[in-house]
C-alpha cells in the first residue's frame, strides 16, 4: 500500500494508522495483536564482554527508521559517535531513493562508535532492545513496513556474533517478549552513510510528526528506563 507521505519525509501518522486498519482488516488481524510491544527494561546479557583491547569499538544495527535509532543513542553515555546509513547490500545502491524501494537488500541502520570501557557492546544491545527496536515485527517497524526497516544486527567478528546469539537466546528463553524474535543476525559486509540531511534528524527536526510521535518516546522511555545511561546532550555526527 502505498501511502502519502509528510513533510518529513515519512509517512504522516494519520496516514500510517489508515493503513494499518485496512491492512489489518484485510489480512483478519486484531488490532492487539499487530500493535508493537512496549519498551522495557530488559535483563542485562548473562554473558560479560570480553575485557576491552581497544579504546573504540562499533557495533552497525538496524531496527527500522535510523532517524530514532540514531537519535536514542545519541544520548547513551560512552558513545562517541552514531551515523545514520545502509548496510545489507551494494554501495552502488546504498541511496535512499534506491533503498526505499526494498529490494537492494540494505536496511536502515546505524554505525555506533562507543567506548568499550564505558559502555559494553552488551549494554549497547541491551538498550537498542529495550527502547529503541520492537525485535518481534518482521520486515518493519510500526509505522513503517518494507525489508529496509527490518530489525537485524551486522555483526564485524566471530566475538559480536556470539555475543549477539547469546542475548538472543537469553532473551527468548526468558520469554522476554510476547512474541517470538525475528531479529536476524549476519556478517558486517559494509556500511554506507546516508545522506546528510538525515544526519542527526531528531535533533534538528524534534518537532516534524513523525519524529513526535514515533521517535521522541523513545528517547523518553531511554531516560526513564535508563537514568545511568542517559546523556541529556547528544553527540552528534558531523
Known amino acids: 500500500m502505498t501511502r502519502p507521505p509528510s513533510p518529513s519525509g515519512r509517512p504522516s501518522p494519520l496516514a500510517a494508522v489508515f493503513a494499518g486498519l485496512v491492512a489489518l482488516a484485510a489480512t483478519g488481524c ?19 564482554d570480553p575485557a576491552p583491547t581497544a579504546k573504540t569499538e562499533s557495533a552497525v544495527l538496524s531496527g527500522g527508521c535510523f532517524w530514532g535509532v540514531q537519535g536514542v543513542f545519541q544520548h547513551v553515555k560512552g558513545v562517541a559517535r552514531v551515523t545514520a546509513g545502509y548496510s545489507g547490500g551494494q554501495w552502488t545502491t546504498a541511496n535512499y531513493e534506491m533503498v526505499g524501494s526494498g529490494t537492494t537488500g540494505h536496511a536502515e541502520s546505524v554505525r555506533i ?6 559502555i559494553s557492546y552488551g549494554e549497547i544491545l541491551r538498550i537498542f532492545f529495550s527502547v529503541a527496536t ?4 518482521l520486515n518493519g517497524q510500526f509505522p513503517d513496513e518494507g525489508r529496509q526497516y527490518r530489525s537485524e ?7 559480536q556474533k556470539a555475543q549477539a546469539q547469546a542475548y538472543l537466546a537469553q532473551l527468548a528463553a526468558a520469554k522476554a517478549f510476547d512474541r517470538p524474535i525475528v531479529t536476524r543476525i549476519d556478517p558486517l559486509t559494509g556500511f554506507y552513510e546516508a545522506e546528510a540531511y538525515h544526519q542527526n534528524y ?3 527536526h524534534p518537532d516534524a510528526p513523525y519524529i513526535a510521535t ?14 545511568a545511561d542517559y546523556m541529556a546532550k547528544p553527540v552528534l555526527a558531523n
Open 30 to 48: 486484531s488490532v492487539a495483536s499487530a500493535a508493537p510491544e512496549e519498551p522495557r527494561r530488559l535483563p542485562a546479557p548473562a554473558a560479560s
Open 214 to 227: 514515533y521517535d521522541l518516546p523513545k528517547l523518553q522511555a531511554l531516560k526513564a528506563l535508563f537514568p
Open 134 to 137: 520492537d525485535p518481534t515485527q
Open 202 to 204: 531528531l535533533y534538528k
Open 113 to 118: 562508535v562507543f567506548d568499550p570501557h564505558v
Open 153 to 159: 544486527i551486522f555483526v564485524a567478528d566471530k566475538t
